[in-house]
């Protein structure tokens, strides 16, 4: 497919010497492969077995135009660049149309080069499928040439080394193999490996490992957040047929993605929603955003999209947009803020920022009560220690293995560790800081077993709320299955450290909730369904108790109880004044922590729950089989959506009705200390003002809240406070696993390579 000057001289196992710059064009005389004779074209391109560039999608149009670039950075230029074409199917599986390689040996260095890919099945090879065009230039990586200088005599002894690695001890300072993979949001991805002779001088091997541990923690640390405002939408397109549509926005910075909510019939929305994406290039980078109009049962109409550079945008200041979408009508409003971001490091437990009393002291001036008021978002900093892991599963080919890492998330904020080879009690020892914006976001760490010739594999994950962490004690928690209802294989050492002002957590709780990236759509599941829909009507079952309870005073089952019931209702309500209303729901409260003080809690733990969700995990297991079989071809898309809104709703009236519940039984003391102040204020101001003041001041502050603040982001603060109370399943999945005896520090397992 590709015609071109040779260059034989590029070397065949040069780790990531060189630097593939693609830009993908355009497409020539795509194969149709939707019922209207046209197709939704984009294009992979997959090195190795990995995919490392997805396009965006042109929707309707066989002779797309994408003026797309990216950079690859090339581990073995002798392996040929993948490149697949699919037409997009929303919510079933994506039709192929095509598929091409480029044979990297055929470019020559240092210069731009136009190709033209003819598409080919390999199934029906004599089909017409049409053309990709490319602009492609090859050159060494300048960043990677120091490193690789260090490595080259040691480089030419690789394959040596990696066969007697096997018999090797594992000890660092002796020899190493690793692999990092650091996926960037500018679409440029990192693969850099390395073996180190078992002879190499000790030093020289510090010295390298330092560096490319330098490289691999810059190529995850973002340099600034972008704060995207969606105000609203201006004479959209009419999709539908009474002439309106129902409009939804999708965002998307190189892998971060989010979705905001359907604004049902209208061609002028109002959406008011705040999304914040990480940006990890100095010049910027480009948010691609379109518009459709949702279609219940069918395939969602695409309206127009437009592109937001930021390059073009100055930082520290907010700037009000008027984006006309192309391919469609109308425009977008929007609000976009770059800030500079230094909260998130990565370093060595050598370098440990609470250890050292200054800075220590100047983290705890920052969250001090006196600074309640400067920087709101500015919650609080967290410090993890991901020190090491034991007795993890072995997920090699070989069944004696694993090559494990392991990734620490705080809601979008990601980082990973490198990885440990042929280990099964790998040690990290890596320190990670995060700045928090929310008190009750919960840290995940997850475990992965990493496989360069497909998708790393699940070990094993654990989920621990912030205001669960007890500040540097290390622990060792038991590593749960995906579902996080139950234990899988190991357990992983952590060591936290929290600190944040309670002032600026506690107004934090009455404002929105992070929305988090778009990983995948929900899909349908037939035990997510029937728990959610038990747990509705375990919250239906506890309402209607409560009727026959009150039903049964009124018949007179039990005269005494009876009676007792007639006395207090005359009481209540001759003397009844609203302020006895927040009254009645702190008494509540007083009561049930007078309850747990005093050792006569009746919680109990929820078997139910959690027998459902050991149920659902089985299930998604066999789902995640047949899908890698099957597809979702089989699905019929319509029953299938209507199922998932439906098993949606279930979950969130079950939700609701358990955070009630959970916020009077104390579950997360922090929010019932909160909800016993605002109670109390409450009580207090309706004590002593009158109703007709207090209304009044409600409706002049909703009557002008937009003309103070046009573009002011709507909230319910009851429902925002809510959100932050777990539900049923959200306490059994950050429910902490008692930890197997012989797991203790004092009987470790030495490291077996293998």
Same mark, same amino acid.
């Given at each position: 497919?590709?015609?071109?000057?040779?260059?034989?001289?590029?070397?065949?196992?040069?780790?990531?010497?060189?630097?593939?710059?693609?830009?993908?064009?355009?497409?020539?005389?795509?194969?149709?492969?939707?019922?209207?004779?046209?197709?939704?074209?984009?294009?992979?391109?997959?090195?190795?077995?990995?995919?490392?560039?997805?396009?965006?999608?042109?929707?309707?149009?066989?002779?797309?135009?994408?003026?797309?670039?990216?950079?690859?950075? !090339?581990?073995?230029?002798?392996?040929?660049?993948?490149?697949?074409?699919?037409?997009?199917?929303?919510?079933?599986?994506?039709?192929?149309? $095509?598929?091409?390689?480029?044979?990297?040996?055929?470019?020559?260095?240092?210069?731009?080069?136009?190709?033209? @890919?003819?598409?080919?099945?390999?199934?029906?090879?004599?089909?017409?499928?049409?053309?990709?065009?490319?602009? *492609?230039?090859?050159?060494?990586?300048?960043?990677?040439?120091?490193?690789?200088?260090?490595?080259?005599?040691?480089?030419?002894?690789?394959?040596?080394?990696?066969?007697?690695?096997?018999?090797?001890?594992?000890?660092?300072?002796?020899?190493?193999?690793?692999?990092?993979?650091?996926?960037?949001?500018?679409?440029?991805?990192?693969?850099?490996?390395?073996?180190?002779?078992?002879?190499?001088?000790?030093?020289?091997?510090?010295?390298?490992?330092?560096?490319?541990?330098?490289?691999?923690?810059?190529?995850?640390?973002?340099?600034?957040?972008?704060?995207?405002?969606?105000?609203?939408?201006?004479?959209?397109?009419?999709?539908?047929?009474?002439?309106?549509?129902?409009?939804?926005?999708?965002?998307?910075?190189?892998?971060?993605?989010?979705?905001?909510?359907?604004?049902?019939?209208?061609?002028?929305?109002?959406?008011?929603?705040?999304?914040?994406?990480?940006?990890?290039?100095?010049?910027?980078?480009?948010?691609?955003?379109?518009?459709?109009?949702?279609?219940?049962?069918?395939?969602?109409?695409?309206?127009?999209?437009?592109?937001?550079?930021?390059?073009?945008?100055?930082?520290?200041?907010?700037?009000?947009?008027?984006?006309?979408?192309? #391919?469609?009508?109308?425009?977008?409003?929007?609000?976009?803020?770059?800030?500079?971001?230094?909260?998130?490091? !990565?370093?060595?437990?050598?370098?440990?920022?609470?250890?050292?009393?200054?800075?220590?002291?100047?983290?705890?001036?920052?969250?001090?009560?006196?600074?309640?008021?400067?920087?709101?978002?500015?919650?609080?900093?967290?410090?993890?220690?991901?020190?090491?892991?034991?007795?993890?599963?072995?997920?090699?080919?070989?069944?004696?293995?694993?090559?494990?890492?392991?990734?620490?998330?705080?809601?979008?904020?990601?980082?990973?560790?490198?990885?440990?080879?042929?280990?099964?009690?790998?040690?990290?020892?890596?320190?990670?800081?995060?700045?928090?914006?929310?008190?009750?976001?919960?840290?995940? *760490?997850?475990?992965?077993?990493?496989?360069?010739?497909?998708?790393?594999?699940?070990?094993?994950?654990?989920?621990?709320?912030?205001?669960?962490?007890?500040?540097?004690?290390?622990?060792?928690?038991?590593?749960?299955?995906?579902?996080?209802?139950?234990?899988?294989?190991?357990?992983?050492?952590?060591?936290?450290?929290?600190?944040?002002?309670?002032?600026?957590?506690? !107004?934090?709780?009455?404002?929105?909730?992070?929305?988090?990236?778009?990983?995948?759509?929900?899909?349908?599941?037939?035990?997510?369904?029937?728990?959610?829909?038990?747990?509705?009507?375990?919250?239906?079952?506890?309402?209607?108790?409560?009727?026959?309870?009150?039903?049964?005073?009124?018949?007179?089952?039990?005269?005494?109880?009876?009676?007792?019931?007639?006395?207090?209702?005359?009481?209540?309500?001759?003397?009844?004044?609203?302020?006895?209303?927040?009254?009645?729901?702190?008494?509540?409260?007083?009561?049930?922590?007078?309850?747990?003080?005093? $050792?006569?809690?009746?919680?109990?733990?929820?078997?139910?729950? #959690?027998?459902?969700?050991?149920?659902? #995990? #089985?299930?998604?297991?066999?789902?995640?089989?047949?899908?890698?079989?099957?597809?979702?071809?089989?699905?019929?898309?319509?029953?299938?959506?209507?199922?998932?809104?439906?098993?949606?709703?279930?979950?969130?009236?079950?939700?609701?009705?358990?955070?009630?519940?959970?916020?009077?039984?104390?579950? *997360?003391?922090?929010?019932?200390? @909160?909800?016993?102040?605002?109670?109390?204020?409450?009580? !207090?101001?309706?004590?002593?003002?009158?109703?007709?003041?207090?209304?009044?001041?409600?409706?002049?502050?909703?009557?002008?809240?937009?003309?103070?603040?046009?573009?002011?982001?709507?909230?319910?603060?009851?429902?925002?406070?809510?959100?932050?109370?777990?539900?049923?399943?959200?306490?059994?999945?950050?429910?902490?696993?008692?930890?197997?005896?012989?797991?203790?520090?004092?009987?470790?397992?030495?490291?077996?390579?293998?």
């Amino acid at each position: 497919n590709l015609v071109g000057t040779s260059n034989a001289d590029i070397p065949s196992g040069d780790p990531g010497m060189y630097q593939l710059d693609v830009t993908l064009r355009r497409g020539q005389n795509l194969a149709a492969r939707d019922r209207g004779g046209t197709s939704d074209p984009y294009v992979k391109f997959k090195l190795g077995g990995k995919e490392v560039f997805r396009s965006k999608t042109i929707y309707k149009n066989l002779n797309p135009v994408w003026e797309e670039k990216t950079c690859i950075l !090339i581990d073995n230029p002798r392996e040929p660049l993948y490149i697949k074409v699919f037409d997009y199917d929303f919510g079933l599986q994506d039709d192929f149309i $095509g598929s091409a390689f480029l044979d990297l040996t055929s470019l020559e260095l240092n210069r731009q080069t136009d190709v033209t @890919l003819s598409l080919k099945d390999p199934h029906y090879p004599d089909h017409d499928l049409g053309s990709i065009l490319l602009s *492609v230039l090859l050159a060494p990586r300048e960043e990677q040439r120091e490193v690789t200088m260090l490595m080259r005599k040691s480089w030419k002894r690789s394959s040596k080394v990696t066969q007697e690695y096997d018999d090797l001890p594992n000890m660092p300072s002796r020899t190493g193999n690793l692999w990092h993979r650091i996926y960037s949001p500018s679409n440029c991805v990192l693969m850099t490996s390395f073996c180190v002779s078992s002879n190499q001088n000790p030093e020289t091997f510090q010295t390298q490992s330092l560096r490319l541990s330098d490289l691999h923690r810059k190529s995850q640390l973002w340099r600034g957040i972008v704060s995207v405002t969606l105000i609203e939408g201006r004479e959209l397109k009419a999709m539908d047929a009474n002439g309106l549509s129902d409009p939804y926005v999708k965002f998307r910075l190189g892998h971060q993605k989010y979705k905001s909510k359907i604004v049902p019939k209208t061609l002028n929305p109002q959406w008011r929603e705040q999304f914040d994406f990480h940006l990890y290039e100095e010049r910027g980078g480009i948010i691609d955003i379109t518009v459709w109009d949702k279609d219940a049962g069918k395939k969602d109409d695409f309206i127009g999209r437009c592109q937001v550079d930021l390059s073009t945008l100055s930082k520290e200041q907010t700037h009000k947009l008027e984006m006309p979408l192309e #391919e469609g009508e109308g425009c977008l409003v929007l609000l976009v803020t770059l800030t500079a971001s230094a909260a998130v490091t !990565i370093s060595d437990l050598s370098v440990n920022s609470l250890e050292d009393q200054k800075e220590r002291e100047e983290i705890l001036k920052r969250y001090s009560p006196t600074m309640m008021f400067h920087n709101m978002k500015d919650v609080g900093f967290l410090q993890v220690k991901v020190i090491r892991a034991e007795a993890l599963m072995a997920a090699d080919v070989t069944g004696k293995d694993s090559d494990p890492f392991c990734v620490v998330e705080l809601n979008n904020d990601r980082l990973l560790t490198h990885t440990v080879y042929k280990n099964l009690n790998p040690e990290w020892n890596k320190i990670f800081t995060f700045n928090i914006k929310d008190i009750h976001s919960v840290l995940e *760490v997850t475990v992965y077993d990493e496989d360069r010739d497909r998708s790393a594999d699940f070990l094993g994950k654990v989920a621990i709320p912030l205001l669960s962490i007890q500040n540097g004690e290390q622990k060792a928690y038991v590593l749960k299955n995906k579902q996080l209802t139950g234990p899988t294989k190991g357990v992983i050492y952590l060591e936290i450290d929290v600190i944040f002002n309670a002032v600026k957590a506690s !107004i934090r709780t009455l404002m929105p909730k992070e929305v988090k990236y778009i990983e995948e759509e929900n899909r349908l599941s037939k035990q997510l369904l029937l728990r959610n829909f038990i747990r509705m009507k375990r919250c239906i079952m506890v309402l209607i108790n409560a009727a026959y309870y009150i039903n049964s005073c009124f018949d007179w089952d039990s005269p005494p109880r009876s009676l007792a019931a007639f006395l207090l209702f005359l009481f209540v309500v001759w003397n009844f004044e609203l302020y006895m209303i927040p009254l009645a729901l702190l008494l509540l409260l007083a009561w049930n922590y007078f309850l747990i003080v005093s $050792g006569k809690d009746n919680r109990q733990h929820d078997t139910v729950v #959690e027998d459902m969700l050991e149920d659902e #995990e #089985e299930e998604d297991d066999r789902d995640d089989k047949d899908s890698e079989k099957k597809g979702f071809m089989n699905r019929l898309y319509a029953i299938q959506e209507v199922c998932v809104s439906v098993q949606n709703i279930l979950d969130e009236v079950a939700s609701f009705g358990e955070r009630i519940k959970n916020t009077f039984n104390w579950t *997360v003391p922090f929010l019932s200390w @909160l909800a016993i102040v605002a109670l109390s204020v409450f009580t !207090i101001i309706l004590y002593f003002v009158p109703l007709r003041y207090i209304v009044l001041v409600w409706g002049i502050n909703k009557f002008t809240k937009k003309l103070r603040s046009p573009y002011a982001i709507d909230n319910n603060e009851l429902l925002d406070f809510l959100s932050r109370v777990p539900s049923d399943v959200q306490v059994v999945q950050y429910h902490e696993l008692k930890q197997d005896p012989s797991h203790s520090p004092s009987k470790r397992k030495k490291n077996n390579p293998g």
